[in-house]
């Protein structure tokens, strides 16, 4: 297993820019994730590293070797796709020997790995069965025993659960979790499903039209994502943005959104600009009948220990998390209170997050 | 609007029994969710209610009216399907122009236009309406699809996952919206979805179907929180609900003859263990941003519990559990319900 580096990676298509700049190192058996909407450059990215995609500048390194011009066959990289493209003609235990048959590696040791990597799977019972009466779950064991029996320096999976639907991807994503526990190899995952870049990832690389916007720890980027597009893009329902005017100065704390007062962390940033956005993830928004901020419940919706309300205010469209328990009726009025000290404020013109005690780690209650 | 009444129908397709008599009755102005998995026999159920198959056992009326026989044009009903079959020559107006087009309405152009207005701004489209369909986004799309549902009036909505070839955002954001224009209209809409978040959040009621039969007919609330049996029991709530064979639980409480115990990942807690309650060992804990799900190992089950995520819990840790409101399911699945229920 390998350490994998990407060095100012830059990648255009004629006009349009893929991937711009790119930095990152997936350390040696860390589970990484790209994550992003369609279009985000996180596969462009990730058929670099392969070799499927030369880059227009910027370096590849695995395992210290730089790999950037050398061919994907010459990368020891394991590559699993969407579509489980199986041989319909082998049966399971062909279909896995596959690419060490034609690597040309003996046949005791490619029963061996085969036996291996069925055993690693749990599909051993499959191995002499057709592929093309396999259930999709079982169709993407092939398709991973096929990448295992390499023993690859790495793996890189380009939305291999993609397909399934989402009972079956809930129950894959764990066997992932679980596999890679098992080999501990090192993957470079893309998704653009952000619960599953959370419950996979040990680090997330979040990309947005080509640009890398954070990388880090789940719970980081959830709770202090460094752009709106990030705070936008992981959380669901995304979290809440409301617009104000006035220019913050280090140790505020408390914000003018129109007439209202809102608590915040300390600001520790210099220079704020004047447009900017407060940021509220729903399960930080309470109803209180005194809060200042007052609007039309909207709708909601029954999601079983929790409900999501949707609140017209003044603002904007607020959604809050809520107990189920709670009685709410489309059309009543609420006020809605917020939770100081998770609070986060956004230059609305960059888009980027201010720094504030959240930052330095000070939270409370 | 109307309502819809279904009465023992079947439906085979060679060996395949699709629909097994299936009886289902949705009240005027209701959003009723068929729920299951690919193959439960859902689609069947719509294409019957349009007239697109034909029964083979029982009947199908309408504002109590039998219409089991009649030819789907005769039903006034609207499909949506999952994909959005829009006519990609013609720009978003004239798609949704063209029921109304019908010769056999003969609507003024002008009484057109203030229809397709309306809906238009009904799926907030509005300013799209010179686009050519093919220049829309995928949500945009399915709007448009909607949309041409909707212009014709029908007294009944069957839609088919329409919103299952969308991106998550979009998804969400569409469900809200067809939920919003559902109460604006008071229609009467039957949909069908293998994704239990829809089910949950737009039904007035949800039918759960397996294996082409209806298990539970319900409210979301009572499907969630009182299923008849394991199978409704494991198929709402996300992370699934906690399932232990009885045995290694057995407790003064359990009642007699109950195998299996079902405990929703809300309502299994963690403390600090005590000597004489049960005690797991966390296994993983991750993080989902407003949540954790802890997962914890207890006489060889795994089991999944929500925890605040600012909470520590650490990998390797003894925790004491405990179970609020637990479940009781006999050797064939179906529920035992305690005297007090």
Do not use: W
Request: charge should be neutral.
């Amino acid at each position: 297993m390998a350490k994998i580096e990407v060095q100012a990676l830059h990648k255009s298509f004629g006009d349009f820019v893929a991937v711009k700049d790119s930095n990152f190192t997936v350390e040696d058996g860390e589970f990484f994730c790209l994550l992003g909407p369609s279009g985000c450059g996180k596969t462009t990215t990730l058929r670099m590293i392969a070799g499927l995609e030369l880059p227009t500048s910027g370096s590849i390194l695995l395992a210290g070797d730089d790999v950037t011009l050398r061919r994907a066959s010459a990368r020891d990289i394991a590559f699993v796709f969407q579509l489980f493209a199986l041989y319909p003609h082998m049966n399971v235990r062909r279909n896995i020997a596959f690419p060490l048959v034609s690597m040309g590696v003996r046949r005791a040791e490619v029963n061996t790995r085969v036996e291996e990597a069925a055993r690693i799977l749990r599909i051993t019972e499959l191995l002499d069965r057709p592929v093309s009466g396999l259930s999709g779950g079982d169709r993407q064991r092939v398709a991973l025993g096929r990448a295992i029996v390499r023993r690859p320096k790495a793996f890189l999976m380009d939305e291999p659960l993609g397909a399934l639907d989402a009972e079956l991807r809930q129950a894959m994503t764990e066997e992932l979790h679980d596999l890679h526990d098992r080999i501990g190899a090192t993957t470079v995952y893309v998704t653009h499903d952000q619960i599953e870049a959370m419950s996979l990832g040990d680090k997330i690389a979040v990309m947005n039209q080509g640009v890398v916007e954070q990388i880090g720890a789940p719970q980081e980027i959830y709770d202090l994502p460094a752009t709106m597009f990030v705070a936008d893009f992981v959380g669901s329902p995304p979290m809440n943005f409301i617009r104000f005017e006035g220019r913050l100065k280090p140790h505020d704390r408390s914000v003018k959104v129109g007439a209202v007062s809102v608590a915040i962390p300390e600001i520790r940033q210099e220079g704020s600009a004047e447009s900017l956005v407060l940021g509220v993830r729903p399960e930080c928004v309470s109803f209180l009948d005194s809060a200042p901020f007052r609007g039309r419940v909207f709708g909601t919706e029954y999601l079983g220990t929790t409900q999501i309300v949707t609140v017209d205010i003044e603002q904007g469209q607020i959604k809050a998390r809520l107990p189920s328990l709670l009685p709410v009726r489309a059309g009543e009025t609420v006020g809605l209170a917020f939770k100081p000290d998770s609070l986060m404020v956004f230059d609305r013109e960059t888009g980027r997050a201010i720094r504030s005690a959240l930052h330095q780690g000070e939270r409370h209650g | 609007m109307a309502e819809i009444a279904l009465s023992h129908v079947s439906k085979q397709f060679g060996a395949v029994e699709a629909v097994r008599d299936l009886s289902l009755s949705i009240a005027s102005g209701e959003f009723v969710v068929l729920l299951g998995p690919t193959g439960a026999g859902k689609t069947t159920t719509l294409r019957l209610i349009a007239g697109l198959e034909r029964p083979d056992q029982g009947g199908i009326s309408i504002d109590g009216r039998d219409v089991t026989r009649e030819p789907p044009a005769a039903r006034d009903v609207a499909f949506v399907f999952q994909q959005y079959s829009l006519y990609p020559h013609l720009t978003v107006y004239d798609n949704l122009a063209f029921p109304l087009r019908s010769p056999l309405r003969k609507l003024p152009e002008t009484e057109i236009r203030r229809q397709v207005q309306e809906v238009a701004d009904l799926l907030r489209i509005s300013g799209k309406l010179g686009n050519r369909a093919t220049r829309l986004s995928g949500g945009e799309m399915q709007r448009v699809a909607i949309g041409r549902a909707l212009v014709r009036r029908p007294s009944i909505y069957l839609m088919d996952e329409p919103l299952s070839s969308l991106d998550a955002k979009l998804r969400a954001e569409l469900r809200l919206e067809i939920k919003r224009i559902q109460l604006d209209l008071g229609a009467t809409i039957l949909y069908v979805t293998h994704d239990q978040i829809e089910a949950m959040t737009m039904a007035s009621r949800i039918g759960v179907i397996r294996e082409g039969g209806l298990v539970q007919y319900g409210t979301p609330r009572e499907i969630y929180e009182s299923p008849n049996d394991l199978y409704v029991a494991a198929r709402l709530g996300s992370p699934r609900i906690n399932l232990i064979p009885a045995n290694l639980l057995r407790t003064a409480s359990t009642p007699k003859g109950a195998e299996t115990v079902g405990v929703r990942t809300e309502h299994l807690a963690i403390g600090k263990p005590n000597g004489s309650g049960l005690v797991g060992r966390v296994h993983r804990v991750e993080h989902l941003g407003d949540q954790n799900h802890v997962h914890i190992e207890y006489r060889g089950q795994a089991l999944v519990t929500l925890a605040d995520p600012h909470r520590p819990v650490l990998a390797g840790e003894e925790v004491g559990l405990s179970l609020i409101d637990p479940l009781y399911f006999d050797a064939t699945g179906r529920r035992l319900r305690l005297a007090a229920e």
